[in-house]
């Protein structure tokens, strides 16, 4: 919590300062107004018509100190609440900052949904504990002190009634820290389960739906559910005990104040002691009232601060990761670099906590315009060998240059200003067409509506686009879902193009186009891209057989380098995928039209 405090800044510390002072305010107020209630007893008591103006002077000054404490607290909750939101404001900023610097392996460590689950639900349970630690907190250990001085000078039997309420509520409180601290670290953490169920389920609606898989998937929620409800349930129980139980350790202990207060006013002879007692019988039981409504504060941190604590830690948990991506010192290549080369040495790679390599001994070089594709089986490794260009992951061993300097030495946004990456799957943002085609940043330059018309025309887009009614300005869902796979891919190659990088990287961005599609996007892309390197991963041996070079990988390995024509004729892995995808007659004719041209 220490480390969540150091987050204020000194508008907020002011603030917190200012709420101690009205807090002070309120509850010398509170604890002064059984002084005024003790007099208007007293001469209540007398039953003399000529004390009716102190009563009444007093009963006023009872009331204003009411009034006063009621606008106190006012002034405390705007404070607490200004500081909370602040504090939530900064965490959330933070927390995701963090969560964007992270590299796959920080991101796979914690799963979307705890991050999810930390940006949101953990960062309210803290914002509410600050709004209301803050006047609880602070105002409970002060009024109880203050309350207690304040009973010392009093009889000693409601003393020691006193004291034996608060040792009772003590010992609740000591029981609910043992018993129910440890269950809010599992509340969390089941309702992170919760929220991967939840966010699994409606990701793969279609599936489930396509599948009859509505009742498997309702009883893997209604587990989760029912984990979470089970452990919620014992944990509010146990902090149900609590309200029923103050309740009646404030009634036995004002009863105890007037049996004893009966039993002690019985003893005195004069009226005039029995009014005094009777006024301080009064005034004792509002301070005792005090007393246990300062535990019953406490008491009520006790249910906020466990889970709180709980979130604390797991904000922390990510604030205090560091992501295993370091950022480079180059900010451009160096003077006479060869522009828009790739070269992997002796690259190995596998996955953090994995025991077997996914990479072995990769070497390959791309010279500036050519164009280097990647075939092979599935799980054979090409998506992992090319993210380590953009550096998704680092190599385990070898070195990945980029413009002949290992990509470690680039800054991130420098190396990423040399790429343009289409993933396999295309990610479309809520938006529109423009603002998914110019997306992101480039130094140096800014897209125009030109610059996203060029790039479509170029990903074979235009034609879909301009039948829209706003065009260029048309809505995109979130997800893009109201675009069709192919049209998705599409406006992801023209994200790409409107960048105008040195290296394209397209992993397996073509296989939702018609082969027609292709070919034609191809041929405009090697037209208006030509002196950019293109990295493609790709499983159609027609989208990749005009590649400068092929590379063939089987279980991470490379067992073939060269074109297609060569590879046909020394690769025994590129033959049986060739031959699976076409026929001899359609690779003995392109092998013919080859050898004439």
Known sequence: MLKVLKTLKWREWLYALLAVGFIVLQVWLDLTMPDYMSEIT??????????????????GLMLACALGSALSSVVVGFFAARIAAAVAFRLRGKVFDRVESFSMEEINKFSTASLI??????????????????????????????????????????????AGAVIVMVLMMLFILVAVFPKFKKVQKMTDNLNSVTREN????????????????????????????????????????????????????TLAIYWI??????????????????GQMAAFSGYAMQVVMAFMMMAMIFIILPRALVSVRRINEVLETESSIKDGTLTASPEGAPVGTVEFKNVSFRYPDASEYVLHNVSFKAEKGQTVAFIGSTGSGKSTAINLVPRFY???????????????????????????????????????????????EKSGKEFTLEDVKEAVRVAQGSEFIEQKEDTYRAHVAQGGTNFSGGQKQRLAIARAVCREPEIYIFDDSFSALDYK?????????????????????????????????????????????????????????????????????????????????
């Open 42 to 59: 007293s001469l209540a008591v007398l039953g003399d018509a000529a004390n009716m103006g102190e009563i009444w002077k007093n009963g």
């Open 261 to 278: 207060g009966a039993y002690l006013i019985g003893a005195e002879e004069t009226v005039l002691q029995r009014s005094e007692l009777f």
């Open 394 to 440: 680092d190599a385990s061993e070898g070195e990945v240059l980029v413009d002949g300097v290992n990509v470690k030495d680039y800054t991130l946004a420098a190396l990423h200003d040399k790429i343009g990456y289409v993933p396999q799957r295309a990610v479309m943002f809520s938006g529109t067409v423009e603002s998914n085609v110019a997306y992101g």
């Open 517 to 597: 599609t292709d070919r034609l996007l191809r041929t405009a892309l090697k037209e208006e891209t030509g002196e950019a390197t293109s990295l493609i991963v790709a499983q159609r041996i027609g989208t990749i057989r005009d590649a400068d070079l092929i590379i063939v990988l089987d279980e991470g390995n490379v067992v073939g380098k060269g074109t297609h024509d060569e590879l046909m004729q020394t690769c025994e892995v590129y033959r049986e995928i060739a031959y699976s995808q076409l026929s001899k007659e359609e690779l003995e004719n392109s092998m013919r039209g080859g050898e004439r041209a």
């Open 117 to 162: 689950t930390r940006t949101t639900n953990d960062i309210t349970q803290v914002q509410m504990v600050i709004a209301m630690g803050l006047q609880i907190v602070i105002k409970a250990p002060i009024l109880a002190v203050w309350a207690i001085v304040k009973i010392l000078g009093r009889n000693w039997q409601w003393s020691v009634a006193t």
């Open 202 to 253: 409606l990701t793969g609606v279609r599936v489930v739906r396509a599948y009859n898989a509505e009742e498997y998937q309702e009883r893997k929620f209604a587990g989760a559910n029912e984990d979470l409800t089970k452990t919620q349930l014992f944990t509010s129980r146990a902090m149900a005990i609590l309200s029923p139980v103050m309740t009646m350790i404030m009634s036995g202990l």
